[in-house]
């Protein structure tokens, strides 16, 4: 059965060229163009993800991102205005699955639709020994990072920095709710090395450590890591 995905966009063009892409995909794609229309239709019909807009002529996307997950399981996938990094954090924090930037590659948004999608049915969980980010691989047995299959160099105190923040994907930690995580490992005499060995694991795993996609930065909060790696 094909997977139903409720589009929430008031661009007519935009929608229209993604129901078409992934209708070609094998997927049922429904629009609305507004945020309570978005709101009718989930009620009156069940999807299987939601594509969500933060920018809406009769709502603000972050609130109805708010009710939507208060209200329903279903994955969301937000679309922010490039250059707005505070959106895409508040909408992981509020229960977002993902992000994608505008604009963006057809190609992406289906790739990102069923990376939520397997992980819906049963994808990533915090208790298996092996936590799979799309081509990230956390392996928590091992102590060890790998990116396509290829091991990435870090110290044990940079891996269990990576491991708390990968374990609450989503989630804003703070320096100091780290340093509080990880009371177990050998702690560094200043919080503010956290930063620097942030700044070291991006640097192995992100493709470019200058625009992270993986461990996002909150100014003044802290850090939180995106849920979704696929690439």
Known sequence: MAERILMIDDDDRLAGMVS???GGAGFRVTVAGTGRDGEAQLKRETFDAVILDLMLPDADGLDLCRRLRAGSDVPILMLTARGEPMDRVVG?????DDYLAKPFEPRELQARLRAILRRRSGGTSPKEDVLRFGRLEIDKGARVVRVDGEERSITSYQF???LALAERAGRVLSRDALMDVLKGEKLEAFDRSVDVHISRIRAAIEDDPKKPRRI???????YVFARDQDR
């Open 92 to 96: 992981l924090e509020l229960g977002a």
């Open 20 to 22: 078409d892409y992934l």
């Open 160 to 162: 269990a920095i990576l």
């Open 216 to 222: 996002l930065t909150l100014r003044g909060s802290g």
